[in-house]
């Protein structure tokens, strides 16, 4: 059975930083781009970055270009979302997800794209 599940989210003052984390199962992580996207309340989910089988490419939006860092663990099955400078606007729900690729190096943060979806992890702002 497939699984994505994410963890590390929390309250957070502007500024501060927080690193997410989704772990996977189920299957064979190196065959799979993954993306991280976010939800706002009353908004629409929307592509935080993505990177891929390899990890040589990345990708961002440039709402987090500079602030956060993705980066994947293939051995642990386990992929990260390190989220630096914080900002209120940054308030979401955060999910992971996957998506089989033939290409090594390559990421699409399209929502349509991928496969698999973790439940999502809050991240808040407590000023």
């Known amino acids: 059975q497939v699984q994505l599940v994410e963890s590390g989210g929390g309250l957070v003052q502007p500024g501060e930083s927080l690193t997410l984390s989704c772990a996977t199962s189920?299957?064979?992580?190196?065959?799979?781009?993954i993306g991280w996207f976010r939800q706002a309340p009353g908004k629409e989910r929307e592509g935080v970055s993505c990177?891929?089988?390899?990890?040589?490419?990345?990708a961002y939006a440039d709402s987090v270009k500079g602030r956060f860092t993705i980066s994947r663990d293939n051995a642990k099955k386990t992929v990260y979302l390190q989220m630096n400078s914080l900002k209120p606007e940054d308030t979401a729900v955060y999910y992971c997800?996957?998506?089989?690729?033939?290409?090594?190096?390559?990421?699409?943060?399209?929502?349509?794209?991928?496969?698999?979806w973790g439940q999502g992890t809050q991240v808040t702002d407590s000023s």
């Open positions: 997800a996957a998506y089989w690729s033939t290409l090594q190096d390559m990421c699409i943060m399209t929502n349509l794209t991928y496969n698999y």
């Open positions: 189920g299957f064979t992580l190196g065959y799979y781009a």
């Open positions: 990177i891929s089988r390899n990890t040589v490419r990345t």
